[in-house]
C-alpha cells in the first residue's frame, strides 16, 4: 500500500449462488479489466456466501490489506440480501436510510415502496453514493469499500462511478509473445533467464495446444514501459536462439 | 466441520491470469457443480496472484477452517509455478521429486525430460498423485488439500479422482419456482416468511427481466429433500395469495 505507483483493490463476491456453480461469476473479471485501464490493478478476490460470519470477516481482513475493496452481490430488497447489514457491522456504524434513495424511489414511481423496496435505501452512516445509471437504486461507498450490485449489468454501470472515486496508478503495460510448436518444458530456461533479469516485471507462461502441437503465450507486465520492450526484445532473441517459431502481439 | 451432513470445500484459484482479467476464471464454477453430486459444499473461493506471500497464508487458513482444500493453477514448468512450492511450505514438508511421475514422464517420451519438466514431478513427501486422465503429468494430494492444474481440460479430467477421495456428504436438493412479471419488492414478504419457517433450508432470489417486466427465480435449496417440497409448496400457496404468475422448475 506504500507503493505510489501501484494501486490495489480487493474484490469481495458475495452469493450463495456462485459457491453453489448455479451462476458463472463474471464480475472479477469485468472489475480487473475494467480498473486496469487506471493503473489500479485487483490484488486478491474472495467469494463467500450470503452468510454474516462469512461476510464481514472476509471484508475486514481485505479492507485492512488493499487500497479499496469492491463488493459484489446481496444489495436486492430480498432476506437474502445482507450486504448492507454486514459493511455497516464491519464498521461499527448504524444503517440508516438515506433519503436521497428514498427521494429518488418515490420520484420514479411504477412501483409500491414496500418495506421490502426500502431495505435497498439503507446506508451505513456517513456513507456516499455510488451512481446507478440503470433503473435500480444506487450503491454506496464507506471508508475504502464500494458496495454494488451483483447483477452484471448493474455492475458494470456502478462502475463508471466508482473508478473516478479510486486514486490512480501507473498503467501497466504488457506484451505477449506467442510461441507456436515448443512446449513450456523448453521454453521455461530462456524464459526464466529474462524474468531474472528483470525482477521488477511479472513474466507469465500460459500454455495451448495448436495445430503445431504444445505453445505458451509468454506474457510480460510491468510498471515501466521501456523496461517491458527491453525485456520482450531479450525474450525474442533468446527464443531465436533456441530456433523457436514466434510471433509477437501486442496487448 | 462437525456437520456430519455437511462437508465443505474451499477452492483456492493461483494465478495472475485470472486477477488481472486476461483469463475468464470457470474452474470454480465446474467444480461447485461437480461436487454438488456428492454432497460437497463449495463454501468459500478465493482468487490469489503467483506469490508465495499470497498462497501460503491463503492455502493455511482454508485447510484449517474447510475439510478439503482444491487448489487450481500454477503446477506447469515455467518460474511462475511455484503451488507446489508453496504448499510444501505451507505443511512444511520437503519437495521431492516423486519416483512415479519421473517413471510415467520417462515412458511417455516424445520430449526431452529438461529441468523445467521435471520441476512437475516434485511432490510434498508423503503427498499422494491426483490421476490425470489426458497426457501431462498428475496432480497431487497431501493432507485436506488437493493440487490441480490450472488449464480447465487438465482440472476437469483430474477432479475424476478428486471426489473419490472425499468423504460425501448428503446430496442438496434444490427447487426453484420461477416468477414472472412480479418483481422481488413484492415477493420478498411472502419468500421471506417461508425462509423464517424454515431455518434449515437456502431460501435466494435471483431477479431478472423479461418479457413481462421484472421477475424473480426463487430458489430453495437444503438437505432434507422432504423439507425442501414442504417449503416449495408453501411459497408455492403464498404466490398464488399475492396472485403471482409462476412455474415451479426443478434443478
Do not use: W
Not at 469492491?70 to 455497516?88: E, M
Not at 503465450?217 to 521501456?226: E, K, Q, T
Amino acid at each position: 500500500m506504500a507503493d505510489a505507483e501501484r494501486v490495489t483493490v480487493a474484490v469481495l463476491i458475495i452469493g450463495d449462488e456462485i459457491l453453489s456453480g448455479r451462476t458463472q461469476d463474471t464480475n472479477l473479471n469485468f472489475i480487473a479489466r475494467y480498473l486496469a485501464a487506471f493503473g489500479v490493478d485487483v490484488a486478491e478476490a474472495r467469494v463467500v456466501g450470503d452468510a454474516r460470519e462469512a461476510i464481514i470477516p472476509a471484508l475486514n481482513a481485505l479492507r485492512g490489506s488493499y487500497d479499496y475493496v469492491i463488493t459484489t452481490g446481496g444489495i436486492g430488497p430480498t432476506h437474502d440480501d445482507i450486504t448492507a447489514d454486514c459493511v455497516a457491522e464491519a464498521f461499527d456504524l448504524p444503517l440508516m436510510e438515506h433519503p436521497e434513495i428514498v427521494a429518488m424511489m418515490e420520484a420514479r414511481g411504477g412501483y409500491e415502496l414496500t418495506p421490502a423496496r426500502r431495505r435497498m435505501a439503507r446506508v451505513p452512516q456517513g456513507g456516499g453514493l455510488v451512481k446507478n445509471p440503470g433503473q435500480g437504486p444506487p450503491g454506496f461507498s464507506i471508508g475504502n469499500v464500494f458496495v454494488l450490485a451483483g447483477v452484471p449489468a448493474v455492475m458494470r454501470g456502478m462502475m463508471e462511478d466508482v473508478a473516478p472515486k479510486m486514486r490512480a496508478g501507473v498503467v501497466v503495460s504488457a506484451r505477449t509473445v506467442k510461441v507456436e510448436g515448443t512446449g513450456e518444458g523448453v521454453l521455461a530456461e530462456p524464459l526464466e533467464r529474462v524474468a531474472k533479469a528483470h525482477p521488477k516485471l511479472a513474466l507469465g507462461s500460459y500454455p495451448f495446444f495448436g495445430p503445431d502441437g504444445f505453445g505458451a503465450n509468454l506474457v510480460i507486465r510491468g510498471r515501466d514501459a521501456a523496461e517491458v520492450e527491453t525485456a520482450t526484445q531479450e525474450l525474442v532473441t533468446a527464443l531465436e536462439a533456441i530456433g523457436a517459431k514466434f510471433m509477437r502481439i501486442e496487448e
